[in-house]
Structure formats: C-alpha cells, structure tokens
C-alpha cells in the first residue's frame, strides 16, 4: 500500500523532469526505499564510445565498470542474453536456467559476484525498432533480494527508462539515426534470414541469384544499421524485430 | 482515416467489423494465445461488444478490411477493469464520465506497416478523447509491453502494483488524454488535418 504511493510519486516525478540530473537522484532515493543496491538502467550498446542519445543510468562503481569493459563483459553478458530472450523481469539466479551458460560466463558470474554483486533483478526494455535496453536492480554481495519489491521495481524500471529515453534524445519525438534502427531491406532481410538457416555468402548468392560479394555488403549493412557486430546477434535482432510487429500492446 | 463505430452505424459497416473480430482472433488468441471466447472458430468477441463501445478503426477504403482498431468502454458501464481486474488498481476502479476504458489494441496480421497504424491510432484516442470531454484513459497491460506503451510518448502512470494472473505479470495504468500529446503526434506522423471524420461522429453517436 505505501509501496505503491511512493510508486506512484515517483512516477509522476520522473513523468515531469526534463534533465538527466533531476532523473538521477530521484532514482537513487526509490531505488533505496524499494531496497536495492545497486542499478543500471541501460541500453544495450556495446563499446565504450556511445551516442549521447542511449540511456545510461547507473550507480555501480567505476572501477566495477572498468573491469567488464576490460575483460568485454558485453559481448556475452549473460544478463544481457537472457533480456533477448525474454519479454519480462528476471532474477539473476535464475540465469542458469534460461540461458546454456558457457564456462566463460559462469566465470563471469563468478567474477562479478567476486567484485561485490548479490542478487538482482532485471526487466528487458523491448521497444520494437529501437536498440534493445534493461533495468538491473540488485543488493551487494551476501544481501538479500526484496523479493517484495519486485512489482513495484518494475514499473519503476519502464518509467525511469521511458523518462531517460525521452530525455536522451532530447526532448523530441525523432529519435536520433544513431538509436533509432532502420528497418532493412527485403533484399537485407532475405540475406539475414538465410544466415539464419545456417548458409554461406556463397549458398545465398546462388539462392538468391545475386553475387556473394553483394550479400556479403548486405550482411554487413544490416549489421550496421542494428548496430551489432556478429551475425549470430544480426539473426536475433532481425527475429525479434519481425517478431514484435504485431505483438499489439494493450490487453 | 479512422472511422469511428458505435451502436448507430455499427450495420452499416458491419464487414470492418466482422474482419477486426477476425483479426482480433488471429492476433489474440492465436498468437499471443490469450485464453478469451471465440466465436464460430473464428471470431474474437466478448461481453463488451456490446452497444456501449466505441471502435477507432484504420480500415482498407476498397476492400473493406480491417487494418488496426481499438475498442473504447465509459468507465461508467461494465469495462474490463470493472468487471475481470478491479484487483489492479489500488483503490475503487475508475467509474467517471470523463475516463474511458481502451482495450484490444491491435493491428491487422499482415498489414503493411503496424507501427503506422498503431500511431494513427493513437493520434484518432487523442482526437476522439478532446472531442468527447475524455480526461484520461485507463487500460490493463502485460508488462511485457509497458516499455511499448510508454514509448508512444503520452503521459502515463499506474493505478495500482502490477500482478500475477495466470502466469503473466499484468497492470493497469492511466494515459493521460492531452492537446499536448496530440499535436506531439501530429507532429512526428506529418498530419496537417485530423484523422477522424467529423461526419462519422454525428452517425456513430
């Protein structure tokens, strides 16, 4: 009952700021009256250099932050993989449930709960055409997780990032190229869906009565516009994107 | 354009309704496999395809066929969160004239581009609202789509914690009916002139 008031307070404060600087201590003040720790409301960008349009709100500590950038915890995070594969919110211990998790992740795991990280909560931020995102809510190592909190976490995640999207790009309704996917071609897709049943340049070329080096910069230009470097996250980002055209919103 | 259709001209333009029941199927019970009545095999209605609802619809001029729509309830008759999930809101469900209910938003299997359907229909909720002395709308959602809801770029918030109904996690929220938000969409779809047909007010009152 009173959960959902402060809820609902700090809805409507995050619906009312126009800066990233107001956003940031009234996250800071929910996030610790629903118990969490720690949090990191992102959109899933990798890389170190990043549009000034992505969100990026977080609290966990640089040098925390240095060391998965350095060991490129991003490529294969497995919070991050688990977000494609879910619509909704997560606790990390279930991970290994979800995902066929690779040795190096389970020593990822491993590491982040070495550097100070308990338990977490996450909720996949899925915007149809828009780069994909999430919400990271956790407690410190050997703390435990407000399971009560877990409703009410997960409006504050939609809202926060609804907030810092419309803040990112600053206010207007375009969103700038940088975040916003282009949808590909039919000549695009038809490439990335034969990656996805497993041919080779050379295989589509002959199927699509193309040349191998024109699917090859097919291949590529589809990379580029969903941002992603593999053709494993190409096949994926294209599917989900496919996936949700008609998945219609309100019950 | 968006037609509107109510308990007046709901004969007249009976084949757009047939085909969003179709639709509706397709989108709700078949794909995203929501446990709802179906009519005839084919057909998605229920109690409140009744006399009180309201559609916006985006239909196919030549062939008839339903292309996106949205049902609109008054929170003043029986709605879905009067009636299935009054345990969503903290406190009494809405029960006012000036709040309407939307549910079954959807857009049709395979029409072109879903995105630009869902707009204009949120562009013809904003018209239809400020027209209609409608202050705000409420509706249940999966929190799978909240993300998508708020996305649209209207003023929302919750009416109650979200919670657990037959395995998925749904709640219900409150958009905000605006001059603000209208012309924001007006905006960002290039609309000079409004989407709904002042002649299709008068027949579907």
Redesign the interface.
């Known amino acids: 009952?009173g959960?959902?008031h402060d809820?609902?307070a700090f809805?409507?404060e995050a619906?009312r700021v126009t800066e990233m600087a107001e956003l940031e201590p009234a996250l800071a003040s929910i996030m610790q009256s629903l118990g969490f720790d720690l949090y990191a409301f992102v959109h899933h960008v990798p890389g170190s250099v990043v549009p000034e349009s992505v969100v990026r709100l977080s609290n966990y500590p640089e040098a925390w932050r240095d060391i998965m950038r350095a060991r490129n915890y991003f490529a294969d995070n497995p919070v991050i993989m688990a977000c494609q594969k879910r619509?909704?919110?997560f606790i990390w211990s279930q991970l290994p449930s979800l995902l066929n998790l690779s040795a190096r992740q389970k020593e990822s795991l491993d590491e982040w709960n070495r550097m100070g990280f308990g338990e977490g909560f996450t909720v996949p931020?899925?915007?149809?055409?828009?780069i994909m995102g999430s919400c990271s809510m956790s407690v410190g190592r050997g703390a435990s997780l407000p399971e009560a909190s877990l409703?009410?976490a997960?409006?504050v995640a939609?809202?926060t990032?609804?907030a810092a999207?419309?803040i990112a790009r600053g206010g207007t309704?375009?969103l700038t190229p940088s975040t916003k996917v282009r949808n590909l071609t039919q000549r695009q897709l038809d490439c990335v869906v034969l990656v996805g049943r497993g041919k080779s340049d050379w295989d589509i070329s002959r199927l699509l009565g193309i040349s191998d080096q024109t699917v090859h910069q097919h291949v590529e230009e589809a990379k580029r516009r969903f941002g992603v470097a593999s053709r494993t996250q190409l096949v994926v980002r294209a599917l989900y994107n496919s996936q949700l055209?008609?998945?219609?919103?309100?019950? | 354009m968006i037609r509107i259709v109510g308990a007046k001209n709901r004969e007249a333009l009976a084949p757009e309704l047939q085909s969003m029941h179709r639709h509706r199927k397709q989108?709700f019970v078949d794909?995203?496999k929501?446990d709802i009545p179906v009519i005839d095999g084919q057909y998605e209605i229920d109690q409140f395809d009744n006399d009180d609802a309201v559609y916006l619809m985006v239909s196919d001029p030549q062939t008839r066929a339903h292309l996106g729509s949205?049902r609109l309830l008054p929170t003043q008759c029986p709605h879905?969160m009067s009636e299935i999930f009054p345990f969503l809101c903290?406190g009494a469900p809405p029960n006012s004239e000036d709040v309407w209910e939307?549910?079954?938003?959807?857009?049709a299997?395979k029409?072109a581009d879903?995105?630009t359907v869902?707009r204009h229909l949120c562009t013809a909720l904003m018209e239809y609202g400020l027209l209609h002395g409608i202050r705000r709308y409420v509706?249940?959602?999966?929190?799978?789509?909240?993300?998508?809801?708020?996305?649209v770029?209207w003023?929302?918030?919750?009416l109650?914690?979200?919670?657990m109904v037959n395995g998925?996690?749904?709640?219900a929220i409150a958009i905000e009916v605006s001059a603000e938000s209208l012309s924001?969409?007006r905006?960002?779809l290039g609309l000079k002139r409004p989407l709904i047909a002042l002649s299709d007010q008068a027949q579907a009152a």
């Open positions: 009952m959960q959902f809820v609902q809805v409507r619906n619509s909704v919110g931020m899925h915007v149809p055409g828009e409703p009410a997960q409006y939609c809202f990032f609804e999207r419309r309704e375009k055209t008609f998945s219609d919103i309100i019950q | 989108v794909f995203l929501w949205v879905l903290d939307i549910t079954r938003l959807c857009t299997p029409v879903p995105s869902r509706s249940v959602t999966h929190m799978a789509f909240l993300a998508q809801v708020l996305a770029g003023n929302c918030e919750p109650g914690l979200p919670q998925e996690e749904i709640g924001h969409f905006k960002s």
